[in-house]
């Protein structure tokens, strides 16, 4: 089913034009919104992309988040059956899998091949056709892969048909209220749109088509009869592999991709009183 432009998939209110062409707004409930197709195994796309610095600019900050995470799932459901969606390199699994009988779903080709060698149950495909119908899960997770699937409404309808009774689903993503993603906002009215389209990933193979923050994600959740359990906040940059995490799809300008990161450092010392780039939801099946 094709993705309808001109709802608001948290409240149903019509989406009003943004800052481009390709940009879309909810006024009621402040949701945006991206019309970009995911190209995910598309060769071509795939070579605009260094997957070596790429994983050297995130592992470090992914796996540090990744451990505050598992410390609020396990206050929250101890044990049990876990399923990971869009499971990447497989760095959440590995630390889940001491106190979980971890699975993952991934759909990108090369990706799935690297981590296949990892020993983890990981599947080729797209969630939920991926899934057998009987298949269910103690704890559904979205490590930054929300905001990148078209129809969130219908794959939230899925996590509950393959979530147990008091199952809880973790998601976390970006937050249009945090504080980078308002300077990208103001940078593109001042026409250098170049950081706007970076954190909405334009022209990567699988773009933000999604922008959430905590309230409209809270309220797409209870839309679907989950319930709040916890919240918060997650690290947003690690000054050791900024350059990599900036420069493996940047501009193709050393200099500029230098100048970002310099701007980047000089926000850091406030990131612990500046709104977080990235939240998290822990909700419970009702």
Same mark, same amino acid.
């Given at each position: 089913m094709a993705r309808d432009h001109t709802k608001c998939p948290v409240c149903e209110n019509d989406l009003s034009r943004g800052l481009t062409s390709w940009h879309l707004v909810c006024t009621v409930c402040l949701y945006e919104s991206a019309i970009l197709t995911p190209h995910i195994n598309v060769e071509s796309v795939h070579a605009s992309v260094d997957e070596v610095s790429r994983e050297s600019g995130l592992k470090t900050l992914r796996i540090s988040n990744f451990e505050r995470l598992l410390n609020k799932i396990r206050q929250l459901k101890g044990d049990g059956a876990l399923l990971e969606i869009g499971c990447a390199h497989g760095w959440f699994l590995e630390k889940a899998q001491s106190a979980f009988d971890v699975f993952g779903v991934e759909p990108d080709q090369s990706i799935y091949a690297g981590v296949q060698g990892k020993g983890l149950n990981v599947r080729l495909g797209y969630f939920p056709e991926v899934l057998e119908p009987g298949e269910v899960f103690d704890v559904i997770v979205f490590n930054d892969v929300l905001e990148h699937i078209p129809d969130v409404n219908r794959v939230l309808d899925a996590c509950r048909r393959h979530m147990a009774d008091k199952g809880i689903l973790v998601i976390n993503l970006p937050n249009s209220r945090g504080v980078f993603y308002r300077i990208s906002k103001l940078l593109c009215k001042l026409s250098v749109p170049s950081f706007f389209e970076r954190l909405? /990933?334009?022209? @990567?193979? $699988?773009?933000?088509?999604?922008?959430? %923050? &905590? $309230?409209?994600?809270? =309220? *797409?959740? =209870?839309?679907?009869d989950f319930v709040i359990r916890a919240g918060g906040r997650l690290s947003t940059v690690e000054a050791s592999s900024l350059y990599d995490r900036v420069a493996y799809a940047g501009s193709g &300008? +050393?200099? =500029? %991709? @230098?100048? +970002?990161? +310099?701007? *980047? *450092?000089?926000? @850091?010392? @406030? /990131? $612990?009183i500046l709104p977080s780039d990235i939240v998290y939801l822990i909700a419970e099946k009702n």
């Open positions: 909405w /990933q334009k022209g @990567l193979p $699988s773009p933000h088509v999604h922008y959430f %923050d &905590s $309230s409209n994600l809270a =309220r *797409i959740l =209870r839309v679907h &300008s +050393v200099v =500029r %991709d @230098l100048l +970002v990161c +310099v701007g *980047i *450092i000089g926000l @850091l010392p @406030l /990131q $612990s």
